[in-house]
């Protein structure tokens, strides 16, 4: 059964960063689509981030530039570094896995979520 599980939120104040760390079990992170979303209030669910199997990373075009995605393997855990952060970027962050590693940027693929980690900026 595969399990994620986030870890790493918090309350910061704008232009803070925070690190998020995500440790699936059932996967292997470097044979699949690592992806994070985020979620605020009201909204629908955003695809943030994803990386391939073989290291290649997407991003959704709010973020790019302040937040990263990047990986373990051998602690097998999937981190979202996000600096500059704005009040905008309040929301709850899940972290997704799917396999295979194809097609990771297409965030409406993912199926398997975690139950998510608060992110709180403010001004």
């Known amino acids: 059964q595969v399990q994620l599980a986030e870890s790493g939120g918090g309350s910061v104040q704008a232009g803070g960063s925070l690190r998020l760390s995500c440790a699936p079990s059932?996967?292997?992170?470097?044979?699949?689509?690592m992806g994070w979303f985020r979620q605020a209030p009201g909204t629908g669910r955003e695809g943030v981030a994803a990386?391939?199997?073989?290291?290649?990373?997407v991003y959704a075009d709010s973020v790019k530039g302040r937040f990263t995605i990047s990986r373990d393997n051998a602690k097998n855990t999937v981190y979202l570094q996000m600096n500059s952060l704005s009040p905008e970027d309040t929301a709850m962050y899940y972290c997704a896995a799917r396999q295979p590693s194809t097609n990771c940027g297409n965030w409406y693929l993912y199926r398997n979520w975690g139950q998510g980690t608060q992110v709180t900026v403010s001004s």
């Open positions: 990386m391939y199997a073989g290291g290649t990373t």
């Open positions: 059932g996967y292997t992170i470097s044979s699949a689509c």
